[in-house]
């Protein structure tokens, strides 16, 4: 295991932000990544993971080690009458995945192509797009457990790999939600080190959001690769790409609001942008569209300095060339302040503030 001091970041982000680890490592299997909170825990320093760092803010220095998860891997496991098993290392890059499941012919992840980041990552913010969310395919999740060292972290003398301390976590128990999960909200209580998937044979195909639909107008029976394909040119047309222009995709989660709030809402502004979500306790609610609530708010292409709002899209953060971390979160909450302002609506922020890994 090499540890490697005053590392640059600046690769392993999609903002592309000036960031330097005081200590870093790249960890490709399970006993890399146990003797590498060892040590960090043996210093008594911090430690975060990093994926492939398109859903975090850097700030310029991350104190303490910096773990880059590059566990790899992946193999179908087992079959069931209905299901496809299929574990997948937490390194793995996402869309490789996606695209070696369809080759391998295990349909089913097509809707979520060319989502940037790891395969590990995944379950954190439960990805989602194009009508699906990751969580409807998963299985189980394989975790180093973290929290019980947290509270013994100050005489911590042992060896984490023989500690009970590694966990499958069942679907039922990961508090899936929209963006969320228990992994999210306990960040950094658990390492994620593999996901099992549990895809169904029986393929129908998710034609459920709008975009896509009209994609497949005139072809009413798609193949699971011409979804795939469908979704990589929507997604093509619609993002910047991380490597022309750095960003973290959605900036912030799409607000969701209860019936009396819409309904005020809609009568203020004939034009807002919202859609059915679902009941909360009986109460039915809807998501607005947080790009719509900034672009009314005259701040799409709003550029502060080197970070601004993308011209094509409200919703996404860039970096023109030498933003910092700072200077987009200070550009987050002047967008946060103005519709508060406008619409008496709070926006909340997706990627993790690193190092402090909350939003
Ligand atoms: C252009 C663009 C488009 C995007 N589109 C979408 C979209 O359509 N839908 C969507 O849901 N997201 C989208 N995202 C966000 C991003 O792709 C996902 O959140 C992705 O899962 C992040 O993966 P990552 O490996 O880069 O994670 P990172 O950014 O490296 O990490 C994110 C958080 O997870 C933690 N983490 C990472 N790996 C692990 C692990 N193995 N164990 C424990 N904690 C870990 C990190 O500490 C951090 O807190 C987009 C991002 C970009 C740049």
Redesign the pocket.
């Known amino acids: 295991m090499q540890i490697e001091s005053n590392f640059s970041l600046q690769k392993l ?2 903002f592309g932000f000036l960031s330097y680890a005081e200590y870093f490592v790249s960890v490709e299997d399970e006993h890399a990544l146990s003797t590498a909170i060892e040590f960090a825990l043996e210093k008594k320093i911090p430690w ?9 803010v850097l700030q310029e220095f991350l104190p303490g080690l910096t773990i880059h ?1 590059a566990i790899l891997g992946k193999k179908l496991v087992s079959e069931s009458a209905t299901h496809f098993y299929i574990d997948c290392g ?2 793995e890059s ?1 869309h490789d995945f996606v695209q070696w499941t369809l080759e391998s012919g295990y349909p089913g992840l097509e809707n979520l192509a060319l ?4 395969t ?3 379950p ?6 194009y009508g699906a969310e990751v969580a409807g395919m998963i299985d189980s999740v394989e ?1 180093l457990d973290t929290k019980s060292l947290q509270s013994t972290e100050a005489n911590f003398a042992g060896d984490l790999s023989t500690q009970q301390n590694w966990q499958v976590i069942p679907k039922s128990e990961c508090q899936f939600a929209y ?1 969320d999960s228990i ?2 909200r306990e ?2 209580a ?4 593999q996901v099992r998937f549990a895809i169904p044979k029986k393929w129908q195909a998710n034609l459920s959001y709008a975009e896509l639909a009209n994609f497949f107008l005139h072809n009413k029976s798609p193949t699971p690769l011409e979804i795939f394909e469908a979704v990589i040119a929507i ?1 093509s047309r619609k ?4 490597k022309v222009l750095g ?4 900036f912030f989660h799409n607000p969701v609001v209860d019936l009396a709030t819409h309904q005020q809402l809609k009568e203020q502004f004939a034009g807002l942008v919202s859609y059915p979500a679902p009941d909360h306790f009986g109460e039915k609610q809807f998501k607005l569209a947080a790009g719509w609530l900034i672009d009314q708010c005259g701040l799409k292409g709003y550029r502060a300095g080197d970070c601004g709002v993308y011209e094509k899209q409200a919703l ?1 953060l860039v970096n023109y060339g030498n933003a910092t971390g700072s200077e987009v979160l200070q550009l987050a909450n002047h967008i946060k302040h103005c519709v508060l302002e406008k619409f008496g609506v709070s926006l909340h922020q ?3 503030n ?1 190092p402090n ?1 909350k939003v």
Not at 48 to 56: A, H, P, Y
Not at 247 to 250: D, M
């Open positions: 982000n999609s975060q993971v990093l994926g492939s760092g398109s859903n975090v998860m937490a390194g996402w989502i940037p980041g790891t590990g990552a995944a954190i913010q439960n990805i989602g797009a975790v963006r992994f999210k960040l950094p658990y390492v994620v080190t997604r993002l910047p790409h991380p960003n973290a995709g959605s996404v997706e990627p993790i690193l890994g």
